[in-house]
């Protein structure tokens, strides 16, 4: 069993083939459990309304911080309304994003904080973002005392020394398909060092496909490519691999471990 902890099946990519995709991932790559994430206010309904065809896809909801500069008090209302659905077990993904210049940095921060004390309140964890922000990002998590509800890095790109600071925070680091690219060295090391019980495998599907797909449109199916990579790296099983971040994922996310029905 496998378990895509973030995936964007509801992305406009899909908009032809999103049925015969979910469909293919369950059926040909034994994806049982997909995290979909809805991170702005065209996404999350579409998010959740995936969650609520499919058993065995869930949501989260959140701001993406490319995006920051258009939440208002309302949409801060609207998720914390929305993290009363069954199938809503994250909130993200928030963060911080200095490669694209289309939120201001102090907006985008406001944004973060905001996020991370909402998931304090209602004791959800959290799905981080961060792109080109790495003191800022651990900077925040600290203040706002993240640790409390912990969460996931999403698709982690740093160092080992990187890592050390976000697993010392409590989160998990989610890998993806960068882990199987040639000259990935960072992604790599941390495959090998991060403990597997704090370990999460993820597609992010459109985007980011693995090795041999890479530069293809990315499809949660191919969160297989991660796994086989990562246990080849740690020279363990595919099958430790996929049950051990099958776990972990049940285990942050608060979801039931046992089987789904057949189809939808």
């Not at 040909?28 to 058993?55: F, H, M, W």
């Not at 929305?82 to 944004?111: F, N, R």
């Not at 982690?156 to 990187?162: E, M, N």
């Amino acid at each position: 069993m496998l378990f895509d902890s973030h995936t964007h099946l509801n992305a406009s990519q899909f908009v032809e083939d999103q049925v015969e995709t979910i469909r293919r991932a369950k059926e040909e790559y034994k994806v049982t459990r997909i995290l979909n994430i809805g991170c702005d206010r065209e996404s999350i309904p579409t998010s959740i309304a995936l969650a609520e065809t499919y058993d065995f896809i869930y949501s989260s909801v959140g701001w993406h911080p490319v995006d920051a500069v258009e939440m208002t008090v309302e949409d801060l209302d609207w998720l914390e309304e929305l993290c009363d659905h069954p199938k809503v077990v994250a909130l993200g993904e928030m963060g911080l994003d200095y490669h694209w210049d289309t939120s201001p940095k102090g907006i985008q921060e406001s944004v973060f904080r905001q996020q991370i004390r909402l998931a304090r309140e209602l004791k959800l964890p959290i799905i981080i973002h961060n792109r080109e922000a790495d003191e800022d990002v651990l900077r925040i998590l600290r203040e706002e005392k993240a640790s409390e509800v912990g969460g996931v890095m999403h698709c982690f790109s740093g160092d080992w020394s990187l890592a050390e600071q976000c697993l010392d925070l409590g989160f998990y680091l989610g890998l993806g398909g960068p882990v199987t690219f040639k000259n990935a060295h960072d992604p790599k090391e941390v495959a090998k060092r991060v403990p597997l019980d704090r370990l999460l495998i993820e597609t992010d599907a459109p985007y980011l496909a693995p090795h041999p797909h890479r530069g293809k449109r990315n499809e949660t199916g191919y969160v297989s490519l991660v796994a086989e990579q990562i246990a080849i790296l740690r020279e363990i099983s595919f099958a430790d691999v996929a049950a051990q971040t099958f776990a972990n994922a049940c285990r942050l996310f608060q979801i039931e471990a046992g089987s789904t029905s057949e189809g939808k």
